[in-house]
């Protein structure tokens, strides 16, 4: 089941959409890039169709449409605090299959990685709903046909562009909008089904003979600690905790969740000036170890989705793609 729309009507149906929902999607963000006089892609709220980049992956991921950068938990004073308020509006994104997949890893962390799930992170999630972007060619440094994540069931539609504006595959109308302004056409998700490189991923990656493997030492020296490639990683959820002191009033303030990293200085600082992972090679070592092995052995898929974005944003070229298909080439000839 889909439906097909012109121009204006799809721009109808968000108009509609945005009084009840927040409309994100992947947008050009003009002298946003890392060069001089360059343009980025990079999520954002969209007025229109026309405002969508279906022919290129965005820098960043739609990870911060719905977990922010910086998120205020409550506000403070010396005799009480007062939680933030819910949001008023639903969530709706636009994204691409392993970006799908990085959210059901988020999730694994975020709710079910203990005997609680993450109360802010929770009452953001509910109200989110995917609009699935169809993926018919692989872009730049994915492997996410390696990965597994090249496809997914969790989407309300998915959308695609070609002379026309296409939902397929609805699965749930959105406040029964979809109908209302498309009209019904026979059309199926695409996904891709290759990539422009393969990866041989690990399947039982040992301890042992992780820790003295020369890879780490060798990304280490090249490794600035500059943490692009976790900012930009649609599947790290690593944050720090700030309380925020105001300057008219040094008795209120606020607690704020703020992004961090594993590949970040500073994260695993401890009182007494201790510290763990100091060299740039620990900190490769324990990302990747983390992605391929503990969270696989804790939920049953790696947590590393193939979007290769980290590849794209290090500025010393250091890639985890190749990282994991070395380790994978080496687990095989250990076997053979």
């Known amino acids: 089941m889909g439906y097909r729309y012109t121009a204006a009507g799809f721009n109808q149906l968000l108009e509609s959409l945005k009084e009840k929902h927040r409309v994100y999607a992947p947008v050009l963000l003009k002298g946003k890039g890392k060069f001089s006089d360059t343009d980025l892609v990079g999520y954002g709220e969209i007025l229109q169709i026309e ?56 999730d694994k962390i975020m709710l079910e ?27 730049e440094h994915c492997f996410c046909v390696s990965m597994g994540t090249n496809t997914t069931e969790n989407y309300s ?33 695409q996904f ?20 003295l493997n020369p890879i780490w030492e060798e990304y280490g020296a090249r490794c600035i600690a500059c943490g692009r490639c976790t900012v930009v990683c649609p599947s790290c959820s690593c944050y720090t905790m700030q309380d925020i002191f105001y300057e008219d009033n040094p008795r209120c303030g606020e ?22 992972r100091r060299s740039n090679g620990e900190r490769m070592r324990f990302k990747v170890m983390h992605k391929l092995k503990d969270f696989k052995q804790r939920f049953g898929v790696p947590m590393c989705v193939g979007c290769g974005r980290c590849d794209n944003a290090c500025p010393e070229y250091i890639s985890l793609a190749h990282c994991i298909d070395r380790l994978g080439k080496e687990e095989a000839e250990n076997r053979g």
């Open 192 to 211: 891709v089904e290759s990539n422009h490189q393969e990866v041989q991923v690990p399947q039982n990656l040992k301890l042992e003979s992780a820790d």
């Open 157 to 189: 539609a998915s959308l695609r562009y070609e002379n026309g504006f296409y939902l397929s595959s609805v699965r749930e109308d959105i406040e029964g909008l979809f109908a209302l302004y498309g009209e019904p056409a026979d059309v199926s998700p």
């Open 113 to 139: 990685n203990g005997p609680f799930p993450d109360y802010y992170y929770e009452r953001l999630r509910k109200n989110l709903k995917f609009i699935l972007m169809d993926c018919p060619e692989s872009f």
């Open 51 to 106: 405002d969508v980049v279906f022919k290129q992956k965005s820098y960043f991921s739609p990870k911060e449409t719905f977990y922010p950068i910086t998120q205020t938990l409550f506000y403070f004073n010396e005799h009480e605090f007062r939680e933030t308020a819910a949001a008023e509006k639903g969530i709706v994104v636009f994204l691409r299959a392993c970006d799908i997949q990085a959210v059901e890893r988020l």
């Open 255 to 276: 607690r704020r969740r703020v992004w961090a990293s594993c590949h970040i200085d500073g994260f695993t600082d401890m009182a007494g000036g201790h510290s763990f």
